[in-house]
């Protein structure tokens, strides 16, 4: 079965560090998104592709970098973890038109110490 | 203003009974519309899309009025396994028409 898978799925880092977060989707979809959801904001947009080699920002896109080398995988890398970016990161795909259902992976937990 | 705002709760009915949870959102260009439901600590799954003319999947009733900008989600003969927190989710043309989440609106069904 088609799936999105997210990894690691909870990660404990340091302030000044750098983190990659890895999501692979065997959907063969070509829309992918990154969020983070915290308490009292819901679900906000980081960074989202629409194809191999197309990266987009979201809302909250400062600190955060995504490449897309191929279909299946969006990594998210944060180039220097901050307290503030202790949250749970979801990646998304959708196939077809950007509106259409988006399918989730499971979360990464990340803490930044 | 938050594009998308609903009502946090939480809701705390009996089993057997009819709830309803509200949403607005402050984009008239938003053209797509949606419920999802995130159990705790897991991932957002799609509950139902939202259509202009209302629909209907088994006990659950979607409701869009785009005058108002205003959606609904009923919930007939709730279930103890209902107990979720449903997410508003609007497209925003802001963000290259992609979804904008609401907060989301906790309901627990009690036995």
């Known amino acids: 079965d088609a799936e999105i898978t997210q990894s690691p799925r909870h990660k404990i880092t340091e302030t000044g560090r750098q983190v990659t977060l890895a999501c692979h989707q065997t959907?063969?979809?070509?829309?992918m998104f990154w969020y983070r959801q915290d308490l009292g904001h819901g679900l906000r947009l980081i960074h989202y592709s629409y194809g191999v080699q197309d990266t987009n920002k979201g809302e909250v896109s400062d600190g955060y970098s995504v490449s897309r080398s191929n279909t299946e995988d969006l990594p998210l890398t944060l180039e220097s973890a901050a307290s503030s970016q202790t949250s749970v990161y979801f990646c998304?795909?959708?196939?077809?038109?950007?509106?259409?259902?988006?399918?989730f992976g499971p979360g990464t937990r990340l803490t930044v110490l | 203003r938050k594009e998308v705002e609903q009502d946090p709760g939480p809701f705390n009915v009996p089993e057997g009974a009819t709830v309803a949870f509200n949403c607005t959102y402050s984009n008239s260009a938003s053209q797509s519309f949606f419920w999802y439901r995130q159990d705790c600590r897991k991932e957002p799954k799609l509950l139902m899309s939202?259509?202009?003319s209302g629909n209907e999947d088994g006990r659950f009733t979607a409701q869009l009025n785009r005058a108002s900008q205003y959606i609904s989600l009923l919930i007939r003969d709730s279930k103890l396994s209902d107990s979720a927190t449903y997410l508003c989710v609007v497209n925003s043309p802001n963000y290259g028409q992609n979804f904008v989440f609401g907060p989301g609106t906790r309901l627990s069904v009690l036995p």
């Open positions: 939202v259509y202009s």
């Open positions: 998304a795909s959708s196939g077809g038109a950007r509106n259409n259902e988006q399918f």
């Open positions: 959907w063969n979809h070509n829309n």
